[in-house]
């Protein structure tokens, strides 16, 4: 029975708990928090039983089970770390197998592709937005500098979003709407291009306006988690900075307590030569 591998990088998700980002042979990408581990383990219970042709065998869904118990395991251990602490996890890979995997994940990603999934990762101060629908994912980078403005934007978006709910609008409407003010924002040229570009297409993969406000809005927040991460890490760097300094004001007074006991004993031992050799030529040694 062949195998496949997984790794696993653990990330903030928009509650501020853990989500696990699993990649599978580096094909497939999937994004797991509560209700995703229920449709993950739901498409693995379906190719287990329930399909006609090939199923899993019963060695390989009992390891399935093994193998998501694990990660179920391993988020619900990261609950209480400091978001900031997150961005450094990664897991080695792991086998899982690979009977099956592409129907499986395929199972998944119909039943998971809505809604629209964003997260961060990346460590500060280079951070990315990720957009995930089902197993694919688009990442933008974003800077600190950026975000002031993308944000601005992204609000006048979140209440055309509002509008086209309102009026009823059908998902093409909503998707040229929020193109027509994301085109004009990114003109000015102050606004992150790929955060905005990928905020007005990615609703078109969605149930329509009132997903892509869903959307809009989740990214408000992120870009607000962020701005957190980012001064979290300048505190953090400037804490380090002092400490150095401390320790390096420390190091070089204790250089120099040390400098000056050598100079003492330098000192006595000179005088105590010649005391040696003024008593030798009074002839009071030997």
Known sequence: MADANYRIKVRRDVNGSPLLIVTFDVQYEVLLNQDRFQNLTKSVVKYSD????????????????????????????????????????????????????????????????????????????NLNLNFNCGTITYSASISA????????????????????????????????????????????????????????????????????????????????????????YSKEQEEKDRAAREQHHLDTEAAIERALKCADVYGEGIEKARDFDQAMERGSIG
């Open 50 to 125: 329930g399909v006609e042709g090939e199923k899993l065998t019963q060695e390989e869904f009992l390891l399935w089970g093994d193998e998501l118990q694990r990660m179920l395991e391993f988020k619900n251990s990261m609950s209480e770390l400091r978001p900031y602490a997150m961005m450094e996890l990664e897991t080695k890979p792991s086998s899982i197998p690979r009977g099956l995997l592409h129907q499986i994940l395929t199972h998944y990603e119909e039943n998971t592709t809505k809604p629209i999934h964003i997260f961060i990762t990346g460590k500060s101060p």
């Open 145 to 232: 500098s950026q975000v002031p403005e993308t944000r601005k934007t992204l609000g006048q978006l979140s209440e055309e979003a509002q509008r086209c709910v309102d009026l009823g609008k059908t998902k093409d409407e909503v998707v040229k709407s929020l193109k027509d003010i994301g085109e004009a924002s990114i003109r000015v040229g102050k606004v992150n291009k790929e955060v905005i570009e990928c905020v007005v297409t990615l609703p078109g993969l969605a149930a329509g306006a009132a997903a892509a406000k869903v959307a809009v809005d989740q990214c408000k927040e992120w870009l607000d988690s962020i701005q957190e991460l980012n001064d979290a």
